[in-house]
């Protein structure tokens, strides 16, 4: 009764096995993009404002990835890359520790040219004001900035507009 029972199981996994070797499983970029679901990467280094924005998304329902600071932004954003997997929109907060969000940005700009890349939406998040932090923005790569604290209309505006073009 056993060795019948065990018999059967081992022919189920094989079973399995032919299947999964004819079978493509598409990658979660690609069943990200079949859902429309926004991937984005959150960098943010204030605990404070990283937990408003993560409320943000995840009442909207969207997938993410988090980075403390510029480096780890260029990190996670290669890391994904060389996985297939690509963000829809980069929430980049433009002063931290480290490596700041405008030097980051200019470094995903020269990875994105070099290897041929799609240009990622990158939007900065700053609580600065003025015509020099925005020239500064501007200069770096970036296609947009809000200001702190974000509004979820507005950047859930931003991600569905980023989300037609794609």
């Known amino acids: 009764m056993i060795l019948s029972?065990?018999?059967?199981?081992?022919?189920?996994?094989?079973?399995?096995?032919?299947?999964s070797s004819v079978v493509k499983i598409p990658s979660?970029?690609?069943?990200?993009?079949?859902?429309?679901?926004?991937?984005?990467?959150i960098v943010e280094d204030n605990d404070f404002q990283l937990q408003t924005l993560l409320l943000i998304v995840n009442h909207l329902n969207y997938k993410f990835e988090v980075a403390k600071n510029g480096m780890m932004a260029i990190d996670t954003f290669k890391q994904k890359v060389n996985q297939n997997m690509f963000f829809t929109l980069i929430l980049m907060d433009i002063c931290m520790p480290i490596m700041g969000g405008c030097e980051a940005t200019e470094i995903i700009r020269k990875y994105e040219e070099t290897n041929n890349l799609k240009r990622t939406y990158i939007c900065g998040i700053t609580a600065d004001k003025g015509e020099k932090i925005e020239a500064k923005i501007v200069k770096s790569g970036m296609d947009n900035v809000l200001k702190k604290p974000v509004n979820a209309i507005i950047l859930n505006e931003i991600i569905n507009s980023v989300m037609a073009k794609s």
């Open 28 to 41: 979660v970029n690609t069943l990200l993009k079949i859902s429309k679901i926004p991937y984005l990467l």
């Open 5 to 19: 029972h065990i018999k059967r199981k081992i022919h189920v996994v094989r079973k399995m096995e032919t299947i």
